[in-house]
T-cell receptor, first 110, second 115 residues
Framework: DQQVKQNSPSLSVQEGRISILNCDYTNSMFDYFLWYKKYPAEGPTFLISISSIKDKNEDGRFTVFLNKSAKHLSLHIVPSQPGDSAVYFCAASVGGNQFYFGTGTSLTVI | DGGITQSPKYLFRKEGQNVTLSCEQNLNHDAMYWYRQDPGQGLRLIYYSQIVNDFQKGDIAEGYSVSREKKESFPLTVTSAQKNPTAFYLC??????????????FGPGTRLTVL
């Protein structure tokens, strides 16, 4: 059973606009979340993290929001750039132990 | 340059043969992981190791084996018992297993195709 879900397999956004990637999870014990970016035939690279004691974390153009009551995580990229085109994975864990990954959302910035 | 290397990038094997995928890291990380990625699926954990000479099964360990004789190295053997071995395999490491700020750093991956 998929504990972390990314229900949108793909997303297209115009350059300069905001990209919003969503992630839902089922395990209320998850307390540490990561976002990764992946180009084809390469390993994922770490983007940004958030722990459950926060509801927002920013790093440059990237902001992650956590809504614990809704068990929902989102990644905002603003402004979106062509180089942001990649597959984005969210991952969740309990205490930073085993991570459970979503299926990924392919972002295309046009 | 610190990082994780996986070799080879592409690997072809005949059905029924065992094959070993290499993973080396020079980040001085204690923990190492092996994941498998299939089309339309997230990364699934095969095995992980928190320390030398110790490793644990992940969610899909059947048909795989690992060893951790050195801190830097965590090779994965895909045995003939693995029913669907064709996949993209990713190795990762982290400073330690568990705890905050525990991002995993990934290698470039090995695409294994069993003919």
């Amino acid at each position: 059973d998929q504990q972390v879900k990314q229900n949108s397999p793909s997303l297209s956004v115009q350059e300069g606009r905001i990209s919003i990637l969503n992630c839902d999870y089922t395990n209320s014990m998850f307390d540490y979340f990561l976002w990764y970016k992946k180009y084809p035939a390469e390993g994922p690279t770490f983007l940004i993290s958030i722990s459950s004691i926060k509801d927002k974390n920013e790093d440059g153009r990237f902001t992650v929001f956590l809504n614990k009551s809704a068990k929902h995580l989102s990644l905002h990229i603003v402004p979106s750039q062509p180089g942001d085109s990649a597959v984005y994975f969210c991952a969740a864990s309990v205490g930073g132990n085993q991570f459970y990954f979503g299926t990924g959302t392919s972002l295309t910035v046009i | 340059d610190g990082g994780i290397t996986q070799s080879p990038k592409y690997l072809f094997r005949k059905e029924g043969q065992n094959v070993t995928l290499s993973c080396e890291q020079n980040l001085n990380h204690d923990a190492m992981y092996w994941y498998r990625q299939d089309p339309g699926q997230g990364l699934r954990l095969i095995y992980y190791s928190q320390i030398v000479n110790d490793f644990q099964k992940g969610d899909i360990a059947e048909g795989y084996s690992v060893s951790r004789e050195k801190k830097e190295s965590f090779p994965l053997t895909v045995t003939s018992a693995q029913k669907n071995p064709t996949a993209f395999y990713l190795c990762a490491s982290s400073f330690r297993q568990g705890g905050p700020y525990n991002e995993q750093f990934f290698g470039p991956g090995t695409r294994l195709t069993v003919l």
